[in-house]
């Protein structure tokens, strides 16, 4: 997709530090600076997140997350992973080419990865009727 800053960075338009590339995917260094080893692994092929993605990419994506989560752990001396993703604007995507965060971890280096949601403001059971998909 012609101005995707993603599509740009697997055409190499944009430059980026790689750490992982396949027939379907790449991972790079996310550039925020937020958090050490903040990686982003994205299908080569564009789709905007995980509502329009065919299961091909999507399937090939989780093995990528797999295998760097795999990686970092046995070789690069963390302990385990976060993974993040936010699709749609309304869950805070940012950049609209599907991409799976990888935050690596190890025990007891502080980092607070888990959102603060503020509580749950409605009955349980309302919204079980509302999301069930039996
Ligand atoms: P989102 O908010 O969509 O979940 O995440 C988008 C991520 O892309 C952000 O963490 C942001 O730092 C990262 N990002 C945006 N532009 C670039 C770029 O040009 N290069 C790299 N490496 N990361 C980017
Ligand atoms: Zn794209």
Known sequence: MTNCI???????????????EDDLTIAFMDI???????V??????????ILDCNSTLL??????????????????????????NASDESAGQSVP????????RKNDD?????????GAKQD???IYEQLKLL
Not at 6 to 20: A, N, R, T, V
Not at 40 to 49: A, W
Not at 110 to 118: L, S, T
Request: hydrophobic letters at 40%; one cysteine or more.
């Open 124 to 126: 349980v059971q309302k």
């Open 59 to 84: 399937n090939a994506v989780m093995q990528t997350v797999q295998k760097l989560s795999v990686h970092f752990t046995e070789n690069c001396g963390y302990d385990g992973v976060n993974l993040l």
């Open 32 to 38: 925020a600076r937020d958090v050490d080893g903040h």
């Open 110 to 118: 502080g980092i607070d990865a888990w959102p603060k949601f503020g």
């Open 6 to 20: 993603f599509c740009k960075i697997i055409s190499g338009e944009i430059s980026s530090l790689k750490i992982y």
């Open 97 to 104: 080419h599907f991409h799976i965060h990888i935050i690596p």
């Open 40 to 49: 982003l692994v994205i299908p080569k092929t564009h789709c905007k997140n």
